[in-house]
């Protein structure tokens, strides 16, 4: 997660503190949501039935979530869904990292134009 970069509307560096991060229940642990606190994120993650079941009997209130960018987490499925259509991507043929990265870039490519 250190190295999340996220693209300025207009020129200049990227950040690298976007302002909140969705992920799914798989994703709700105590260390990651300890780090987006440290670093100012917000994180739009719903909690696991033990988190809840554990904040109720330590009488801490539930952790809100902003279900409307949460639901826009879909986007991000269907487009992971998209790509794993490619044999290559879902299974991971390739070892190294940056032929891999050139794979899912053609794969997008691929998804893009017509």
């Given at each position: 997660?250190?190295?999340?970069?996220?693209?300025r509307c207009g020129p200049g560096r990227?950040?690298?503190?976007?302002?909140?991060?969705?992920?799914?229940?798989?994703?709700?642990?105590?260390?990651?949501?300890?780090?987006?606190?440290?670093?100012?994120?917000?994180?739009?993650?719903?909690?696991?039935?033990?988190?809840?079941?554990?904040?109720?009997?330590?009488?801490?209130?539930?952790?809100?979530?902003?279900?409307?960018?949460y639901r826009r987490r879909n986007v991000?499925?269907?487009?992971?869904?998209?790509?794993?259509?490619?044999?290559?991507?879902?299974?991971?043929?390739?070892?190294?990292?940056?032929?891999?990265?050139?794979?899912?870039?053609?794969?997008?490519?691929?998804?893009?134009?017509?």
């Open positions: 997660m250190a190295r999340i970069r996220v693209q990227p950040r690298t503190r976007p302002e909140r991060v969705a992920a799914d229940k798989g994703y709700s642990s105590t260390k990651i949501r300890s780090y987006l606190r440290r670093r100012g994120i917000k994180a739009v993650i719903p909690e696991r039935i033990d988190q809840i079941n554990g904040r109720l009997r330590r009488g801490e209130s539930l952790c809100r979530l902003d279900r409307a960018a991000v499925e269907r487009c992971f869904n998209k790509l794993k259509h490619h044999k290559a991507l879902a299974t991971r043929y390739d070892k190294r990292a940056r032929h891999y990265h050139a794979l899912v870039t053609i794969a997008c490519l691929l998804l893009w134009l017509p």
